[in-house]
DNA sequence: ATCATTGCAAACACTTTGCATACGC
DNA sequence: GCGTATGCAAAGTGTTTGCAATGAT
């Protein structure tokens, strides 16, 4: 995605585009990896040598707030981000520890009393081993 | 749940039945809360004074080793336990923080090229403001 | 000059590890 | 007595906080 793009939809969404952010969204929907604070941070360092983690982290909580990427908690020790945030499904490998997107092709769950609350968000999240570790066993 | 029947599931699956065990387990069943290890400490360090964190790692782990227990990781900041493991979902509070179980009245989701995936575990995880919550706001 | 943003360092919180002690057959 | 279970203390890891420095208008 070009720059100009993504620099126009931080400003839509109401935040002012540094190049922390931009750097940060960027990265965030070039990888499929639903990457962890670490793994933007070790990936960025290198092109902006000042990097915090704290701007990482409050970055990330600006974005979600903002409603730009989901969080995902299928990992049981480090907080992910995803910069989908339409329904779709996750699955963790416990081989390998990637997390993969997964589609619906039906989506029909009807859940008793949820009424009675006001969603938000819904995760469904898979765990098991994926195609290539299969292979390799 | 007498405390003879719990001893013998957790003897049915390859568990000594010791003191902490079956009071964690006991504790597990009863509560409804989906407790974390720190709400289980605080509980039970009453009826066994030199009960140790380390001792219901050790503990939960084990059942969950054992099919005994189901981990969640809806919370971006605790692990979480249930006795329940069956397929059921699960609904967090973003006011109050409690967790409730909710149940499918159907469930039919399929997914694409999940049969290229082995399968261990589903979670569905449903976010927002519970009915308690919504009365008093 | 003022306000927002960044980022270092310290503090925190949850989890894991190492190892010595205690328990049970 | 020997293997298992327990539990203290220390280390480890991810996250949050306080605050000073920087940057933008």
């Known amino acids: 995605m070009k720059k100009e793009k ?13 190049l922390q952010r931009i750097k940060i ?7 499929k990896e639903h990457p962890t604070i670490d793994m933007i941070y070790k990936d960025l360092i ?3 040598p000042t990097l915090s ?7 990330l909580y600006l974005f979600k707030e903002k ?9 049981e020790n480090e907080i992910r981000f995803d910069a989908r945030t339409d329904l779709h499904a996750h ?3 416990i081989k ?3 997390i993969f997107d997964l589609e619906f092709i039906s989506k029909d769950f009807r859940i008793k009393n949820l009424e009675n609350y006001k969603v938000l968000e819904y995760h469904l999240y898979i765990k098991g081993i994926c195609p290539d570790c299969l292979k390799s066993y």
Chains 1, 2 share one sequence.
């Open 53 to 59: 983690k704290t701007t990482i982290y409050n970055t």
């Open 46 to 48: 290198g092109e902006i």
């Open 25 to 31: 969204y960027e990265y965030l929907l070039e990888s």
């Open 96 to 98: 390998c520890g990637k």
């Open 91 to 93: 699955f963790k490998c």
């Open 6 to 18: 993504l620099i126009k939809i931080l400003k839509e969404k109401g935040i002012s585009p540094t």
């Open 67 to 75: 409603g730009l990427v989901q969080e995902l908690t299928i990992d």
